[in-house]
């Protein structure tokens, strides 16, 4: 017979993980509602699914290897995360592609919004946790997602422009960018108020990736009138 905990974790997790989804699917929604017209909506639908699939995987894989050494989890893990959305978009239909960095961005928003449930889960395991590390996993995860996000729009610009051939730049700057949140994540003493700083640096490059990888998709005429509005 299951155990009164269980059935609430078992509640709590199945709530965090179509949160995370839906939120993550808003922050797409509001951030590429001024580029329709310019993506096939089923392509997008598709990047966003990849990104879930490979990023379950990816972070599967790191949990289980999460006792490594610290230089294991501040090198080796961005590498494997940026590495498996390079696979993904470095398919040939994506390939010398101006809409890339949109997919790019699905691809990396649907690999970010794996993290939320899987490390609430983490949290949850055979008990309730306590607040404090509750309101953490969702803040980081959140910062997460606009990390993954931004690093698949920007690898996704390394792909489709110039023939792909700054693609390697793209992907270790993706790298660069996320190795700052590796400190947080594997501080057992961190605060609610560490994890908003690493949300706020996650929504700065979400920002900065989004208005400048993913204006490079419209015609040049496009991109000036949508600089001059915003």
């Given at each position: ?144 997602i606009f990390l993954h996000g931004a690093t698949g729009s920007m690898i996704g610009y ?35 108020y560490v994890a908003s700083i690493v949300l706020v640096y996650g929504v700065i490059i ?25």
């Amino acid at each position: 017979m299951l155990s009164p905990p269980f059935l609430v974790n078992t509640a709590i997790v199945n709530g965090v993980i179509i949160s995370s989804i839906v939120v993550t699917l808003f922050i797409m929604w509001f951030s590429l509602r001024k580029f329709e017209g310019y993506f096939s909506e089923k392509k997008l639908f598709l990047s966003f699914l990849a990104g879930i699939a490979v990023g379950f995987v990816v972070i599967i894989i790191e949990f289980l290897t999460s006792s490594a050494s610290s230089i294991v989890i501040f090198l080796l893990f961005p590498l494997i995360e940026q590495l498996s959305k390079l696979m993904i978009l470095n398919y040939r239909t994506f390939r010398e592609k101006k809409d890339t960095p949109i997919y790019g961005l699905a691809v990396g928003l649907g690999f970010g919004s794996i993290f939320v449930p899987i490390s609430t889960l983490v949290f949850f395991r055979g008990k309730v946790p306590e607040l404090t590390f509750a309101v953490m996993s969702i803040i980081i995860g959140l910062a997460l997602i606009f990390l993954h996000g931004a690093t698949g729009s920007m690898i996704g610009y390394g792909i489709g422009y110039m023939g792909g051939e700054r693609k390697w730049y793209y992907f270790f700057l993706s790298v660069i960018a996320v190795m700052p949140v590796r400190p947080i994540m594997v501080i057992p003493t961190g605060t609610a108020y560490v994890a908003s700083i690493v949300l706020v640096y996650g929504v700065i490059i979400y920002t900065y990736a989004v208005s400048k990888f993913l204006l490079l998709a419209l015609p040049r005429r496009e991109r000036r009138l949508k600089k001059s509005f915003n």
